[in-house]
Each structure stands twice: as C-alpha cells, then as structure tokens.
C-alpha cells in the first residue's frame, strides 16, 4: 500500500502484534470501521495499513519512551467523545503516544483520530501516512460528521503554538483555541482531557527562526539541542481525566466560551502537574 | 417525467445516452452544432449553436417543457473568448429563452470540480462550498460562471424549477474527459507521496440521476456521488497501471512542458486533482432524491477500459 510492499507489511504487522503484548490480535480484531471493497474508509482509513504503521509507533511507545498510561477506562468504549490535551516536543509523538494507548492498553481498543493541521495534507508521504491511519483535517465539517458518526477525536488546542514551544516554557499551557468547546456543545459531547508528561521534555528548542520558516512555508522552525527535532529517550507518562461534560449555545460569544474552555485547561493542568509530581525522573 | 424534453450538447457522449434513456419516456428535442449520428427516430434534432435566433423559433413551435442543459465547451486547447461566449453567452441566451416560452424545469449538469481541490479541504464538501475551483484552473472560470449564472437565475424564476447537479468525476466506456482519459493511461503521472481519495461516477449513473432531476418536484443545488470513495492508487492498481510517480515541486514543471509540447492534454492546473482532496457530500440529492448509483466501484473504474 502506497509503496510499502505486501511483504514488508505482513512483517510490520506481525511486529506490531509482538510489541502489542499477548491478546493484541484479539483486541485490534474488535476494530471495525465502515470499509469498502478496497479496504478503506469514506476518509481513506484503512485497518490493515494501521496494523502495519502502528509497528515503529508501538516500538516507540514500549521501547524507546516507555510509556505509562493512566485512567484510559474514562476513554468511554464507544460514543463520540472529544480527547483534549497538551501539545509539545516540536514532531507530534505525543498524538501517536495517546493514540497507541488507545489502540494497545485500551480493550476494547479505540481508534482515535487526531485532527491535524491544513498544513499537513501538503506534505507528501506524511500526508497519505496520516491519511491511511484514520488522522484528519481538522475543519469543522470533517468534526461534526465524525461525532455524529460516533467516533474518538483528539484535539490539541494549542496547535503548533504548543508543539513549537521553547524549552524554557516547558508545561505552560500555550492559549486554547475555542473550536473544541464549540464542537463539544453543539455535539453535545462529552471531553476527555489528557495530560502527557515527558514529551515537553524530548526535544529542547532554544531558537525559533521564523523567517527561515516562512521561507519554507513551515509552521515554525526550532532549533534544538540536538540540532534536529528529534527525540530524547523521555519517559512519557500519559494521564487521562474524568470526562467534562459542558451545556448550552455553541453560538455563545467567545468570552463566554472563554470560561469553559480554562476548565478544561485546568483540568489538563491539574493532570500535568499530577503526572509531574509523581515521576521520579525525566528519563526513566 | 416532463412531455418534453430539449437536451443541449445531445451529439456529445453525454448526450447520446441520455437521449437513448429518454427518449422512449418522453419526445426529445437536441441541439447541438454537431451532427447527431445513430438517433433514434423519435429524437427531434436541431443542428444549431444555442446562441443562434432559430433556438428561440424551436422553442415556439414545439412546447418544450424541460430543459437538461449539457452543452458546454471544456477543452483546455480550445480558443478561450470563443469557448466563454460559447459557453456563457449560449448559457444566458437559453435561460432567456426558458423563461419566455414557459419551460417548466432546468437541468444544469455542472461538476464537483467546481470547488476545487485544496489542502485544507474538508473530506466531504457541501454544496454551500465557494466555487474557487478556477483559482488555479482556469478552465473551470466559464463553468462556474455557468453554475452561479444558473444560481441567480433560479431566485429570479422561482415558478421554474431549477436544478444544479454537480457529480463527481464522470468516467466510462464512451465518454473523453480527462478523469477518463487519465484512467487510460497505461503510465499515468502521479505525484510522489500523495494518495488522495477520489470519487468517480459511471456516465450511466450520471444520466440517470440527470433523468431523476427532471421530474417534478426536484428544485435545487445538489453534489451527485458514485458509489463511493477510493485511494488514487487503489484505482490505478485496479486497472493495472504503472504510475510514474513525480516529485511534487518538479510535477507542474514536467505537467506544463508535456501540454505545451501537445504531448498530453493535461494543463498543469490538473495536477492539483491527483495531489489534494475535492471530493465531495452527496447526501443531500440522496434524501431528496432517493439516488442510487447502479454501478459499484470496481465496474465504474473498470468501465474506462470497455468497448471503446
């Protein structure tokens, strides 16, 4: 599929169910999105690709950060439901760090989507990857269909203005958008909030050359310790929150929105400085 | 369905079939500047450029009731200002005409291409969606001034019922378009790392659905979908292609080069429709429609190949 040879895939695949832990092939049979005679989704998501992609991914998650996942049972099972969290380390590991979770110590396992930004679909190769595992634009049309249709989204309001962020500002909450809030509300859906410790740490930025950036149509462009953007062997520890479940107009004027949307900041804070507390060392 | 029935564009692919599905329902009357070849006897044929004076004669002697208007110009080598009166002036001469005459439905078959691929697009456009397919095609200018032409001529004329239909990608054994014809490439050019999913409709559907919209109570802007979506490759792959993959800052270069030198008929604008999502939501003319596509995905793709 999209270059990755039949063989090299079958291999992948049965990495990811080693690495998955024993029941892995079980649990990711429970996984059965709509698809058609070619396998995929209506939005190009396709299970058997997932399988095999998901093999650096779970490497990444067991082996190299080591990831502890806490209350993934307020994941509900099934029903639309918005996960919520902070966005940092300057490549997006984190969003594959929570998805993993869902999909390996989750049972019954969810495939979680994450939106991604418009930049994105520009990119080759990143672009139909992302595609083919079920991750998404994050417009407002794409959001509603897919909680009307019941499904799992994760959202990082901070956007690039968290991912990008310099080290010195390492666990400051950036500023929440309010699209999410928007979309809880109209949906009436409930929000997960998720606080990952250890991926603020993975690759300290001191430098964001904006211009080079704009140069290259990116979104930011970090320089880091190491030069690249690429990450240390952190310890993430994942804690998902109790559901937050929010009332009334979607239509409100934004300072209104404003008020929901810093508790669910909060409680993402109350989940990161809980996680903080709790580890013993940014490494292991 | 409509006691009459004129049909712009009938000598085209398009047209022919549809004639052929109509014409045992209702009397048919085409005009196209082409001859009609193989009509069948019941089909009145006007060999005429819509924006000539007879048209209107036509229209006093023969009480046309409906109109499905298919005729419009789209080839990217064609002379630009001919094509846009063609298309435009033809388009605004016969709505004139429709709404003197008491013509009691239009049928504009328009196209899903008319929002246009984009990065940020989402997976399923509305119809509400701006029409800024034209932004980097401009072949598509004259199409979308059609469909807005036809918009404002639907509030204007509200005792008339006016239907925009714009389907996805239309393919098949007879028709020349360039989804088509790209299909037919035994070494199609694709752009290195990019897969989207594309939605294609079997020229048979598309009648059919053109026929749907001419019945009485149909008033409106509808998406028409096929039977599903699918992955650019997928579709390659079904019909035993080898792509040549291209990188994406090379590809227009390669793309412009090609057409410039008339070695294939693909303006680069093109390339963004193998490169980002246009695809489109088709449920709204399935809800007010009942729409069914008959064709499944594998005998739409595969139909490209059949008796040409």
Redesign the interface.
């Given at each position: 599929?999209?270059g990755i040879g039949e063989e090299i895939q079958e291999r992948l695949r049965r990495w990811t169910l080693e690495l998955g832990g024993p029941g892995t092939r079980e649990r990711l049979e429970k996984l059965t999105p709509p698809r058609?005679?070619?396998g995929?989704d209506?939005?190009?998501f396709d299970v058997d690709y997932l399988q095999a992609a998901a093999a650096p991914v779970l490497w990444l998650y067991r082996k190299y950060f080591r990831v502890k996942a806490f209350g993934l049972e307020n994941v509900p099972n099934e029903g639309p439901v918005l996960i919520v969290g902070n966005h940092s380390g300057q490549l997006p590991f984190d969003a594959a760090m929570v998805e993993a979770a869902c999909l390996v110590d989750k049972d019954p396992p969810r495939a979680v989507r994450a939106l991604v930004d418009?930049?994105?679909?520009?990119?080759?190769?990143?672009?139909?990857l992302f595609?083919?595992c079920g991750q998404?634009?994050g417009?407002?049309?794409?959001c509603r269909?897919l909680l009307a249709a019941g499904e799992a989204l994760l959202v990082f309001p901070e956007g690039t203005r968290g991912l990008n962020k310099p080290f010195s500002r390492r666990y400051q909450l950036q500023g929440f958008g309010l699209g999410f809030m928007r979309l809880a509300l109209e949906n009436g859906v409930p929000i997960v909030p998720v606080g990952v410790v250890g991926a603020e740490e993975q690759a300290p930025a001191f430098l964001d050359i904006q211009p080079l950036a704009r140069l290259l149509a990116f979104p930011h462009f970090p320089i880091t310790l190491t030069g690249l953007p690429l990450p240390m062997p952190v310890r993430y520890r994942i804690w998902f929150g109790e559901p937050m479940c929010f009332t009334g107009s979607a239509d409100e004027e934004d300072a209104v929105l404003e008020g929901k949307v810093a508790r669910v900041r909060d409680a993402v804070a109350g989940l990161l400085a809980r996680g903080i507390a709790e580890r013993e060392h940014v490494f292991w | 369905m409509p006691a009459s029935v004129a049909i712009t564009g009938i000598a085209g692919n398009l047209g022919r079939k549809l004639a052929r599905i109509l014409h045992g329902e209702t009397h048919v009357v085409g005009f196209d500047r082409r001859p009609l070849r193989d009509r069948p006897k019941d089909v009145e044929h006007h060999q005429l450029d819509i924006r000539k004076a007879r048209v209107e004669d036509v229209f006093r002697r023969s009480a046309i009731q409906a109109i499905a208007h298919l005729g419009l110009k789209h080839d990217p080598r064609d002379d630009a200002a001919e094509a846009h009166s063609f298309n435009v002036a033809g388009t605004q001469k016969l709505l004139d005409i429709a709404a003197r005459h008491g013509v009691k439905k239009v049928v504009l078959l328009s196209s899903a291409n008319v929002y246009g691929p984009a990065p940020g697009n989402p997976n399923f456009l509305p119809e509400e969606t701006p029409l800024l397919g034209a932004a980097r095609l401009p072949g598509y200018r004259d199409l979308i001034e059609v469909d807005m032409y036809v918009q404002s001529f639907m509030w204007q004329h509200p005792g008339i019922e006016t239907v925009i239909l714009r389907p996805v990608n239309i393919v098949g054994p007879t028709v020349r378009n360039a989804p088509s014809n790209y299909l037919r490439l035994e070494r199609p050019i694709t752009v290195l790392g990019f897969d989207p999913m594309v939605q294609l409709i079997h020229e048979e559907d598309v009648c059919r659905a053109i026929a749907l919209a001419l019945r009485p109570g149909v008033r409106g802007v509808y998406n028409v979908t096929g039977p599903g979506e699918i992955p650019l490759s997928a579709a390659l792959r079904e019909l035993g292609r080898e792509p040549v993959p291209l990188p994406h800052f090379l590809v227009r270069q390669v793309v412009k080069r090609l057409f410039d030198a008339r070695l294939s008929s693909y303006p680069p604008g093109e390339v963004d429709y193998i490169q980002y999502l246009c695809a489109v939501d088709g449920s709204r003319f399935v809800r007010d429609t009942g729409w069914t596509p008959r064709f499944s995905i594998r005998e739409t793709l595969r139909s490209v190949l059949g008796n040409r």
């Open positions: 599929m999209a058609n005679e070619y995929v209506p939005y190009g418009k930049w994105v679909p520009t990119l080759p190769f990143v672009s139909t595609a083919r998404i634009v417009t407002p049309e794409n269909r | -």
